[in-house]
T-cell receptor
Framework: QKEVEQNSGPLSVPEGAIASLNCTYS??????FFWYRQYSGKSPELIMS??SNGDKEDGRFTAQLNKASQYVSLLIRDSQPSDSATYLC??????????WGAGTKLIIKP | DAGVTQSPTHLIKTRGQQVTLRCSPK?????VSWYQQALGQGPQFIFQ???????QRGNFPDRFSGHQFPNYSSELNVNALLLGDSALYLC??????????????FGPGTRLTVT
């Protein structure tokens, strides 16, 4: 059974601090990794994709991938109250189907 | 640039009825995936359509069926509705690329309530 695991949270972070979200996956054949943000009652919004080991930065967001450890993370710098949401990790399997984690609820405290 | 659209936004049906949900992909996209999302859970993959054919299917019963039209829009049909089918139904569109799993962009979803 292919799985993607995330801590459900909530993760509480002070405004202006760095929020660190983590995700582990079971399928060693996975090649593509995605982070989505989902506000309550809304649909998921793609915020980062990463395909190679290492870091990928986009504005305040940094995705980190370690395929050997089967671990992907998302860092949010200078966290803002508007970053409060559920963050979903999605990982592609060998058939290019996305396997989803249950999400981590992030709360940014002013 | 039009994003992914879905209709209707909300729907209330009675157990045993049938429902059809509709999705138009983002301009330039050719692949549509459907997901079911229960409260507090991640999206669960139902199936994916490409070139008017079901390319992949998740662990959902045959009561769930779909279709893709020549203009890439898609429908999700659910027969013999059960109370457990109440969920947010999400459509995601993407552009098929050889050898590369694709970024998927979601529509606003259809909230289905079965009573």
């Amino acid at each position: 059974q292919k799985e993607v695991e995330q801590n459900s949270g909530p993760l509480s972070v002070p405004e202006g601090a760095i929020a660190s979200l983590n995700c582990t996956y079971s399928d060693r054949g996975s090649q593509s990794f995605f982070w989505y943000r989902q506000y309550s009652g809304k649909s998921p919004e793609l915020i980062m994709s990463i395909y190679s080991n290492g870091d990928k930065e986009d504005g305040r967001f940094t995705a980190q991938l370690n395929k050997a450890s089967q671990y992907v993370s998302l860092l949010i710098r200078d966290s803002q109250p508007s970053d409060s949401a559920t963050y979903l990790c999605a990982v592609s399997d060998s058939n290019y189907q996305l396997i989803w984690g249950a999400g981590t609820k992030l709360i940014i405290k002013p | 640039d039009a994003g992914v659209t879905q209709s209707p936004t909300h729907l209330i049906k009675t157990r045993g009825q049938q429902v059809t949900l509709r999705c138009s992909p983002k301009s330039g996209h050719d692949t549509v995936s459907w997901y079911q999302q229960a409260l507090g859970q991640g999206p669960q993959f139902i199936f994916q359509y490409y070139e008017e054919e079901e390319r992949q299917r998740g662990n959902f019963p045959d009561r769930f069926s779909g279709h893709q039209f020549p203009n890439y829009s898609s429908e999700l049909n659910v027969n013999a509705l059960l109370l457990g089918d109440s969920a947010l139904y999400l459509c995601a569109s993407s552009l098929a690329k050889r050898g590369r799993p694709y970024e998927q962009y979601f529509g606003p979803g259809t909230r289905l309530t079965v009573t």
